[in-house]
Protein backbone atom coordinates (compact mmCIF):
# COMPACT_ATOMS: atom_id res chain seq x y z
CA UNK A 1 0.00 0.00 0.00
CA UNK A 2 1.39 3.30 -1.24
CA UNK A 3 2.79 5.75 1.65
CA UNK A 4 1.31 9.31 1.43
CA UNK A 5 2.27 12.93 3.01
CA UNK A 6 -0.21 14.44 5.67
CA UNK A 7 -1.66 17.20 3.21
CA UNK A 8 -2.75 13.92 1.32
CA UNK A 9 -4.17 12.29 4.19
CA UNK A 10 -5.90 15.47 5.09
CA UNK A 11 -7.78 16.27 1.95
CA UNK A 12 -8.68 12.79 1.10
CA UNK A 13 -10.74 12.70 4.37
CA UNK A 14 -12.86 15.18 1.92
CA UNK A 15 -13.49 12.63 -0.31
CA UNK A 16 -16.07 9.24 0.68
CA UNK A 17 -14.77 6.36 -1.75
CA UNK A 18 -17.99 4.78 -2.10
CA UNK A 19 -19.76 7.75 -3.33
CA UNK A 20 -20.47 8.70 -7.00
CA UNK A 21 -20.69 12.36 -7.46
CA UNK A 22 -22.72 14.64 -9.61
CA UNK A 23 -20.01 16.46 -12.10
CA UNK A 24 -20.68 20.02 -9.95
CA UNK A 25 -19.77 18.62 -6.74
CA UNK A 26 -16.46 16.28 -8.42
CA UNK A 27 -14.95 19.05 -9.88
CA UNK A 28 -15.47 21.34 -6.65
CA UNK A 29 -13.82 18.41 -4.79
CA UNK A 30 -10.81 18.02 -7.26
CA UNK A 31 -9.83 21.67 -6.82
CA UNK A 32 -9.97 21.35 -3.10
CA UNK A 33 -7.90 18.37 -2.80
CA UNK A 34 -4.67 19.60 -4.93
CA UNK A 35 -1.99 19.13 -3.14
CA UNK A 36 1.07 20.52 -4.47
CA UNK A 37 2.40 23.89 -4.63
CA UNK A 38 2.31 24.17 -8.70
CA UNK A 39 -0.97 24.14 -11.15
CA UNK A 40 -1.04 20.18 -11.03
CA UNK A 41 -2.79 18.63 -14.96
CA UNK A 42 -5.94 16.73 -13.63
CA UNK A 43 -6.72 13.44 -15.13
CA UNK A 44 -9.67 10.85 -15.79
CA UNK A 45 -9.75 7.16 -15.67
CA UNK A 46 -12.09 5.35 -17.50
CA UNK A 47 -13.01 2.10 -17.05
CA UNK A 48 -14.50 0.37 -19.91
CA UNK A 49 -16.36 -2.95 -20.86
CA UNK A 50 -13.95 -3.86 -23.34
CA UNK A 51 -10.97 -6.73 -23.75
CA UNK A 52 -8.07 -5.01 -25.54
CA UNK A 53 -7.05 -8.02 -26.34
CA UNK A 54 -9.23 -8.38 -29.13
CA UNK A 55 -8.65 -5.98 -32.59
CA UNK A 56 -12.14 -5.34 -32.59
CA UNK A 57 -12.62 -4.08 -28.98
CA UNK A 58 -9.91 -1.16 -29.15
CA UNK A 59 -11.21 2.18 -28.28
CA UNK A 60 -8.75 5.14 -29.44
CA UNK A 61 -10.00 8.36 -30.86
CA UNK A 62 -9.16 12.32 -30.42
CA UNK A 63 -11.26 15.11 -29.20
CA UNK A 64 -11.33 18.95 -28.85
CA UNK A 65 -11.87 19.99 -25.09
CA UNK A 66 -13.95 23.33 -25.11
CA UNK A 67 -11.42 24.85 -22.89
CA UNK A 68 -7.88 23.55 -23.29
CA UNK A 69 -5.69 21.47 -21.93
CA UNK A 70 -3.94 24.28 -19.68
CA UNK A 71 -1.16 23.07 -21.22
CA UNK A 72 1.62 24.66 -24.08
CA UNK A 73 2.00 22.30 -26.91
CA UNK A 74 4.86 22.09 -29.25
CA UNK A 75 3.88 20.65 -32.93
CA UNK A 76 6.27 18.84 -35.22
CA UNK A 77 5.60 19.16 -38.80
CA UNK A 78 7.20 16.44 -41.23
CA UNK A 79 6.28 18.19 -44.55
CA UNK A 80 7.93 20.03 -47.66
CA UNK A 81 7.31 22.99 -50.06
CA UNK A 82 3.63 24.36 -49.72
CA UNK A 83 2.63 21.86 -46.82
CA UNK A 84 6.05 23.42 -45.17
CA UNK A 85 4.83 26.78 -45.42
CA UNK A 86 1.10 26.74 -44.14
CA UNK A 87 2.57 24.26 -40.73
CA UNK A 88 4.96 27.69 -40.31
CA UNK A 89 1.93 29.85 -40.67
CA UNK A 90 -0.23 27.80 -38.80
CA UNK A 91 1.94 28.16 -35.67
CA UNK A 92 3.99 24.86 -35.83
CA UNK A 93 7.38 25.10 -33.93
CA UNK A 94 9.29 22.96 -35.85
CA UNK A 95 8.79 21.69 -39.85
CA UNK A 96 11.03 20.11 -42.12
CA UNK A 97 11.44 16.75 -44.04
CA UNK A 98 14.25 14.65 -44.32
CA UNK A 99 16.57 17.55 -41.81
CA UNK A 100 13.70 17.15 -39.28
CA UNK A 101 14.07 13.25 -39.60
CA UNK A 102 17.56 13.58 -39.16
CA UNK A 103 17.54 15.68 -36.09
CA UNK A 104 15.31 13.21 -34.04
CA UNK A 105 17.19 11.13 -35.37
CA UNK A 106 20.03 12.37 -33.88
CA UNK A 107 18.25 12.65 -30.29
CA UNK A 108 16.23 16.30 -30.61
CA UNK A 109 12.67 15.67 -29.07
CA UNK A 110 11.74 18.56 -27.87
CA UNK A 111 7.91 18.60 -28.90
CA UNK A 112 4.53 16.76 -27.53
CA UNK A 113 3.21 16.31 -30.83
CA UNK A 114 4.69 15.06 -34.05
CA UNK A 115 1.93 15.52 -37.63
CA UNK A 116 2.67 14.81 -41.18
CA UNK A 117 1.88 14.82 -44.53
CA UNK A 118 1.11 11.42 -45.84
CA UNK A 119 3.73 11.98 -48.61
CA UNK A 120 6.82 12.21 -46.12
CA UNK A 121 5.55 8.79 -44.18
CA UNK A 122 7.90 6.68 -45.97
CA UNK A 123 10.62 9.13 -44.57
CA UNK A 124 9.23 9.38 -41.39
CA UNK A 125 8.78 5.52 -40.61
CA UNK A 126 12.48 5.50 -40.07
CA UNK A 127 12.35 6.98 -36.72
CA UNK A 128 9.59 4.34 -35.57
CA UNK A 129 11.48 2.84 -32.82
CA UNK A 130 12.30 6.65 -31.35
CA UNK A 131 8.89 7.85 -31.28
CA UNK A 132 6.55 4.70 -31.17
CA UNK A 133 7.79 4.24 -27.95
CA UNK A 134 7.34 8.01 -27.06
CA UNK A 135 3.59 7.96 -28.35
CA UNK A 136 4.90 10.14 -30.92
CA UNK A 137 4.21 8.29 -33.80
CA UNK A 138 2.10 10.30 -36.43
CA UNK A 139 -0.78 8.01 -36.93
CA UNK A 140 -4.07 8.41 -39.23
CA UNK A 141 -6.18 7.11 -36.07
CA UNK A 142 -5.20 9.93 -33.82
CA UNK A 143 -5.51 12.32 -36.73
CA UNK A 144 -2.16 13.12 -36.89
CA UNK A 145 -1.26 12.40 -40.65
CA UNK A 146 -3.06 14.81 -42.79
CA UNK A 147 -2.44 17.35 -45.51
CA UNK A 148 -5.15 19.83 -43.63
CA UNK A 149 -1.87 21.11 -41.47
CA UNK A 150 -3.62 24.42 -40.76
CA UNK A 151 -6.62 22.77 -38.99
CA UNK A 152 -4.63 19.95 -37.19
CA UNK A 153 -2.09 22.60 -36.05
CA UNK A 154 -4.77 24.47 -34.40
CA UNK A 155 -7.07 21.65 -33.04
CA UNK A 156 -4.33 20.00 -30.93
CA UNK A 157 -2.55 23.93 -29.33
CA UNK A 158 -6.63 24.68 -29.17
CA UNK A 159 -7.07 21.49 -26.97
CA UNK A 160 -7.04 18.61 -28.62
CA UNK A 161 -6.32 14.96 -27.41
CA UNK A 162 -5.64 11.75 -27.91
CA UNK A 163 -7.31 8.71 -26.14
CA UNK A 164 -6.27 5.01 -25.63
CA UNK A 165 -7.77 2.45 -23.69
CA UNK A 166 -4.91 0.40 -22.29
CA UNK A 167 -4.38 -3.69 -21.41
CA UNK A 168 -6.63 -3.14 -18.76
CA UNK A 169 -9.62 -1.41 -20.12
CA UNK A 170 -8.95 1.82 -18.67
CA UNK A 171 -8.27 4.96 -20.45
CA UNK A 172 -6.03 7.49 -18.61
CA UNK A 173 -6.12 10.82 -20.34
CA UNK A 174 -5.58 14.46 -18.69
CA UNK A 175 -8.43 16.93 -19.36
CA UNK A 176 -7.51 20.33 -17.95
CA UNK A 177 -5.68 21.79 -14.54
CA UNK A 178 -6.60 22.25 -11.35
CA UNK A 179 -6.41 26.02 -11.30
CA UNK A 180 -9.81 26.26 -14.10
CA UNK A 181 -13.01 27.06 -12.56
CA UNK A 182 -15.11 24.06 -11.97
CA UNK A 183 -17.82 25.13 -14.58
CA UNK A 184 -15.18 24.49 -17.10
CA UNK A 185 -13.21 21.13 -15.92
CA UNK A 186 -17.04 19.87 -15.97
CA UNK A 187 -17.67 20.98 -19.38
CA UNK A 188 -14.41 19.18 -20.49
CA UNK A 189 -15.01 16.31 -18.63
CA UNK A 190 -18.60 15.86 -20.44
CA UNK A 191 -16.97 16.48 -24.11
CA UNK A 192 -14.49 13.63 -23.02
CA UNK A 193 -17.02 11.42 -21.88
CA UNK A 194 -18.79 11.64 -24.39
CA UNK A 195 -16.19 11.18 -27.53
CA UNK A 196 -15.40 7.85 -25.66
CA UNK A 197 -18.78 6.97 -25.77
CA UNK A 198 -19.46 7.81 -29.20
CA UNK A 199 -16.04 5.38 -30.00
CA UNK A 200 -17.86 1.94 -28.50
CA UNK A 201 -16.76 -0.94 -30.76
CA UNK A 202 -20.03 -2.55 -32.31
CA UNK A 203 -19.00 -5.81 -30.67
CA UNK A 204 -18.99 -4.58 -27.41
CA UNK A 205 -21.95 -5.98 -25.14
CA UNK A 206 -23.29 -5.63 -21.70
CA UNK A 207 -22.23 -1.88 -19.66
CA UNK A 208 -19.51 -0.30 -21.94
CA UNK A 209 -19.14 2.71 -19.30
CA UNK A 210 -17.93 1.10 -16.64
CA UNK A 211 -16.79 3.70 -13.50
CA UNK A 212 -14.70 7.04 -13.64
CA UNK A 213 -12.17 8.50 -11.02
CA UNK A 214 -10.67 11.92 -11.54
CA UNK A 215 -7.57 13.12 -9.90
CA UNK A 216 -5.26 15.86 -9.73
CA UNK A 217 -1.82 15.17 -9.63
CA UNK A 218 -0.93 13.19 -6.41
CA UNK A 219 -4.56 13.71 -5.22
CA UNK A 220 -6.99 11.48 -3.83
CA UNK A 221 -9.33 9.32 -7.16
CA UNK A 222 -12.84 10.94 -6.96
CA UNK A 223 -15.64 8.80 -8.27
CA UNK A 224 -17.81 10.82 -10.89
CA UNK A 225 -21.25 9.93 -12.03
CA UNK A 226 -21.08 8.95 -15.95
CA UNK A 227 -24.56 9.17 -16.66
CA UNK A 228 -24.66 12.82 -15.39
CA UNK A 229 -21.89 13.68 -17.44
CA UNK A 230 -23.16 12.01 -21.02
CA UNK A 231 -26.55 14.15 -19.97
CA UNK A 232 -24.84 17.48 -19.95
CA UNK A 233 -23.16 16.63 -23.23
CA UNK A 234 -26.25 16.04 -24.77
CA UNK A 235 -27.83 19.65 -23.74
CA UNK A 236 -24.71 21.02 -24.96
Sequence with gaps: MANHGKKYEEVAKLVDRSQLYEPAVAADLLKQTSVVSFDPSVEAHLRLGVDPRHADQMVRGTVVLPHGTGKVVRVAVFAQGEKAQEALHAGADEVGADDLVKKIDAGWLEFDVA??????????????????????????????????????????????????????????????KASFEAPALVDNLATLVDAVNRARPTGVKGQYLKSLSISSTMGPGIRVDVPALLAIAAAA
Design 115 to 176: LATPDLMGQVGRLGKILGRRGLMPNPKAGTITFDLERAIKEVKGGRIEFKVDKGGIIHVPFG
